[in-house]
C-alpha cells in the first residue's frame, strides 16, 4: 500500500510567507456583506456558501490566482471554477471587487432578467465565467477536462525555455458536488491521469439542505481521494487565510514539481461554517438558500462590525482587491514570452492561436470535399459508425485539435483512427500530447470532461458510447447545448439494428429525446456521403453540440446527384422524385434503404413515391420555409419511417409512422426489423393506407 498522502496544514506546514493586499479578515466581509445584501434585494439565492467561502476565496484570489480582470480570456489564465454553482453571489464578488467588467449595478440586479447576474453562474454570459455551472458534481469534472485541455495543449506546444502553456486549475466543490457520482467519474480518472495543476478546494461545512450531512454522507472523503491518487491536504481552517494561503502555496509546489517526485491532483479540506458571520444562521441549514431577512442582516453587520452601507465598498477594500494592475503585468509577461516564442517558433505560434480561437485552417473546405467525394466514390455498404471511422481518418490527422475517445467501446464505437495515439500518464503526469482518450466506464464522466475540454479551448473533443447510454450522460449534453460549446458525441449502436444484445442495449426513444434538447444538432445518417458530412458539419459548427447517431449495421450505399449532395447540409432533401409524386416517405438512417425499397414496390403498382431524407431534424428545422415547403409540400401526403419513437414526427404533420413505440427484443436484428414491421411490404400496406383514407376524407368533404 502506498503511504499516506494525507498531509494536516495545521501539523506540518509553518506559517505563510505570503502577505495579502489588505487585511483578509475584511476582505472576506466584503464578500459577505455583498452575498447577503444581493441576495436578500433579489429575495431568493444563497447566502450561506459565500459566506462561509469567503475567507478561502480571499487566500485564492488576492494571494495565487493568475488571471487578468482586463481580459478575461487570456489563454493563459489560471481557470477558477464554482463547482458549486448556488454560491454564485461568491464569484460575482470577486469578479466585480477584481476589477472585471461587472459593475456593481449587476450586482444590484442579482437573479433579474437580463443581467449579467443569473442565479447560477453562465459561461459567456458574466465576464470572468468560466463554464456554467448548478448541476452539482459537473462543474468539477469540466475542471478536470480544462486541466486535461491544459497539459495536452503544455505536451504539444511547449519547447524549452517558452512554457507559453503553463496554468493550474482551481475548483471549488461542495459536500454536494462530493456526492454526485459524476465527481466520482471525473476525479478517478483525473486521479489516474496524474492532472498535478488541478486543485480542488472542498467546502467542507457538514451541511446540505436537508441539514446536517453525517446523516447521509459519512464517507471518509480524503481517503477517498487518497485512493483516486490525489494528494489531500486535510484539515484545514477554512476561516485561516494564512492557513488556506499556505496549503495553496504547497499545492501549487507540487502542481509544477510533485509531492516528492509523485504527480497528482490535488484536494485541500476547508473547514467551513456554513453562513459563517450570521449569528443565527451560521452553521445552519437555513442559511444555505434563503435570504437572511433584514433583522439577520443588522445583526450580521453589527457582529462582522460592517459598518459600509448595501453594495457599498469601503475605498480601502476596493484598492486591496483591485487585481487589474497585477493581472495586467502578469499578462505582460507571457505575452512578450509568447512574442519571442512566435519568432522562434512561427508555425507553432500560429496553429496554437488558430486553435484557441477555435478556427479551422485555411484549407478546411477542400479537406470536407475531397472526403465526400472519396466516400462517393467509394460507394461502400458499410456500417455508419465505420463510415465514421472513415470521415476520421481524414479529418483527424488534418485537425490536431480533434481529441476522441469512448467509454470503454473503441472497438465499437470506432472513434479512433490510425495514428491516434492513445492518452498515457507518465510518472510527471500527461507529458505526451495523446489524441484518444480512454475514459472508462464513465459516460457522465466523459461527457462532462469534454465540456470542460471545450470550453478550455484549443481542442474539438469528442467521444464515443452506445446510443442508450446517452441517458447516462444525458445533463452533460444539456449543458453543452446551452453553454453553446462545439462538443460531438458518437453514439453508435442506434436501434434495434444491433440485434441479440437486446432491449438494454437497444435505443427507441434515445433520438427523439435528444432532438428535444434546444441547441443540439442530432444527426443520423444513412450512408457514407451523409455520415462525413454529418461528421464536417458537427465540426464546423462553433456554437453549439452534435450527436452522431450510428449504425451498428452495414448500410447499402445510396446514389445522389451532386445538388443532392450538397443539400444534405441542409438536413432533409428529396432525394428521390417522381412525375406527380402521391406520397412522400421520410427516413433517417438504417430505414433510409427501407423507404427506397418500399418506393420501388409501390412505383410497380402504379403509386409514385417522393423519398425524403432527414438527417437531421434540427438542421432541417433552421431552414427557411420555402426551402421546407419545396421538400415537403403543404398538400403531399406524408409518412415518417424510424426504428425509433414515433413522438417527434408528427410534427411534420405526417399521416402515419412506422416506428417503434415499445422496447425491443433479444434477437438477430432482421429478426427484429421485421417483428416491428420495418419491411418494405408493411411501409407499402402503410403509405395505401394513408391513401386510402385521403381520399375517403376528400369523398367526404
Ligand atoms: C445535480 C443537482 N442536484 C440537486 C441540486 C439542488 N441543490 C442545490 S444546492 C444543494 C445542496 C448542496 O449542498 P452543499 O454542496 O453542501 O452546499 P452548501 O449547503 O454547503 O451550500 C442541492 C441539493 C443541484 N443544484 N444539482
Redesign the pocket.
Not at 84 to 87: A, D, I, K, L
Not at 134 to 138: D, I, V
Given at each position: 500500500m502506498r503511504e499516506s498522502s494525507v498531509s494536516s496544514i495545521a501539523a506540518d506546514s509553518p506559517e505563510t510567507t505570503w502577505a495579502f493586499p489588505g487585511d483578509p479578515k475584511r476582505m472576506a466581509d466584503a464578500i459577505r456583506a455583498l452575498s447577503m445584501d444581493a441576495v436578500q434585494k433579489a429575495n431568493s439565492g444563497?447566502p450561506?456558501?459565500p459566506m462561509?467561502m469567503a475567507d478561502v476565496a480571499v487566500a485564492l484570489w488576492s494571494a495565487h490566482l493568475k488571471h487578468n480582470p482586463a481580459d478575461p480570456r487570456w489563454v493563459d489564465r489560471d481557470r477558477f471554477v464554482l463547482s458549486?454553482?448556488?454560491?454564485s453571489m461568491l464569484l460575482y464578488s470577486l469578479l466585480h471587487l477584481s476589477g472585471y467588467d461587472l459593475p456593481m449595478d449587476e450586482l444590484r440586479a442579482f437573479r433579474q432578467l437580463h443581467s449579467r447576474t443569473p442565479g447560477h453562474p453562465e459561461v459567456d454570459v458574466t465576464p470572468g465565467v468560466e463554464t456554467t455551472t448548478?448541476?452539482?458534481?459537473?462543474g468539477i469534472a469540466n475542471a478536470v477536462g480544462m486541466a486535461l485541455a491544459e497539459r495536452l495543449l503544455a505536451a504539444h506546444f511547449n519547447r524549452d525555455g517558452y512554457p507559453i502553456v503553463d496554468h493550474l486549475t482551481y475548483v471549488f466543490?461542495?459536500?454536494?458536488?462530493?456526492m454526485?457520482g459524476v465527481s466520482h467519474e471525473a476525479c478517478s480518472l483525473a486521479g489516474t491521469l496524474k492532472l498535478s495543476r488541478l486543485v480542488a478546494l472542498w467546502?467542507d461545512?457538514g451541511?446540505?439542505?436537508d441539514g446536517e450531512?453525517r446523516h447521509w454522507f459519512a464517507d471518509d472523503t480524503a481517503r477517498r481521494f487518497e485512493a483516486y491518487g490525489w494528494h489531500v491536504i486535510a484539515g484545514v481552517d477554512g476561516h485561516d487565510p494564512w492557513a488556506v494561503a499556505r496549503a495553496l502555496e504547497m499545492a501549487r509546489d507540487w502542481a509544477v514539481n510533485g509531492r516528492d517526485g509523485r504527480f497528482a491532483p490535488t484536494l485541500i479540506d476547508c473547514r467551513t461554517t456554513?453562513g459563517k458571520g450570521s449569528p443565527a444562521r451560521a452553521g445552519t441549514?437555513k442559511a444555505?438558500?434563503e435570504p437572511l431577512g433584514a433583522d439577520e442582516i443588522a445583526a450580521t453587520r453589527a457582529a462582522l462590525g460592517w459598518s459600509a452601507g448595501p453594495f457599498e465598498v469601503p475605498a480601502d477594500l476596493a484598492a486591496a482587491w483591485d487585481a487589474r494592475a497585477r493581472g495586467a503585468a502578469a499578462q505582460q509577461a507571457w505575452q512578450s514570452l509568447f512574442d519571442r516564442y512566435a519568432q522562434a517558433h512561427p508555425e507553432l505560434a500560429r496553429d496554437f492561436l488558430r486553435r484557441m480561437r477555435g478556427e479551422l485552417p485555411d484549407a478546411w473546405d477542400d479537406i470536407v470535399d475531397a472526403a465526400v467525394a472519396d466516400a462517393n466514390t467509394r460507394a461502400e455498404t458499410i456500417a455508419t459508425r465505420k463510415a465514421s471511422q472513415n470521415a476520421l481518418q481524414t479529418f483527424g490527422p488534418a485537425l490536431p485539435e480533434m481529441l476522441g475517445g469512448s467509454a470503454d467501446l473503441t472497438g465499437s464505437n470506432l472513434t479512433d483512427f490510425k495514428g491516434a495515439t492513445a492518452l498515457r500518464a507518465t510518472e510527471q503526469g500527461v507529458t505526451e500530447p495523446g489524441r484518444h482518450i480512454n475514459y472508462g466506464v464513465r459516460e457522465f464522466g466523459m461527457a462532462a470532461l469534454m465540456n470542460g475540454v471545450a470550453l478550455h479551448g484549443g481542442f474539438i473533443p469528442y467521444g464515443g458510447t452506445f446510443l442508450t447510454f446517452s441517458d447516462y450522460s444525458r445533463?452533460a449534453l444539456r449543458m453543452a447545448a446551452l453553454m453553446r460549446r462545439r462538443v460531438i458525441h458518437v453514439f453508435t449502436h442506434d436501434s434495434i439494428g444491433l440485434g441479440e444484445d437486446g432491449p438494454t442495449h437497444q435505443a427507441v426513444e434515445h433520438a427523439a429525446s435528444l432532438r428535444i434538447i434546444p441547441n443540439m444538432d442530432v444527426w443520423r445518417p444513412a450512408d457514407p456521403v451523409e455520415t462525413t458530412i454529418a461528421w464536417a458539419l458537427s465540426i464546423e459548427r462553433v456554437q453549439g453540440p452534435s450527436a452522431l447517431l450510428l449504425s451498428r449495421q452495414a448500410l447499402p450505399f445510396v446514389s445522389r446527384s451532386d445538388s443532392q449532395i450538397e443539400a444534405i447540409r441542409k438536413g432533409g432533401y428529396v432525394l428521390r422524385d417522381a412525375q406527380g409524386a402521391q406520397i412522400a416517405l421520410i427516413a433517417t438512417g438504417s430505414e433510409l434503404g427501407l423507404a427506397l425499397a418500399a418506393r420501388d414496390l409501390l412505383a410497380a403498382q402504379g403509386i409514385q413515391v417522393r423519398v425524403v431524407s432527414m438527417p437531421s431534424t434540427s438542421v432541417f428545422d433552421r431552414q427557411d420555409a420555402d426551402y421546407k415547403l419545396h421538400v415537403l409540400p403543404a398538400r403531399m401526403p406524408r409518412m415518417a419511417i424510424e426504428a425509433g419513437v414515433s413522438d417527434g414526427w408528427w410534427k411534420y404533420h405526417c399521416d402515419a409512422v412506422v416506428g417503434l413505440d415499445r422496447f425491443g427484443e433479444s434477437a438477430p436484428a432482421g429478426v427484429l426489423f421485421k417483428t416491428f414491421g420495418f419491411t418494405p411490404e408493411n411501409v407499402v400496406d402503410t403509405a395505401k393506407e394513408v391513401l386510402r383514407r385521403r381520399r375517403s376524407q376528400r369523398s367526404r368533404a
Open positions: 444563497h450561506g456558501m462561509g458549486n454553482g448556488h454560491g448548478g448541476p452539482l458534481g459537473q466543490m461542495g459536500d454536494g458536488c462530493m454526485e467546502d461545512n451541511i446540505s439542505i450531512t456554513i441549514s444555505h438558500g445533463n
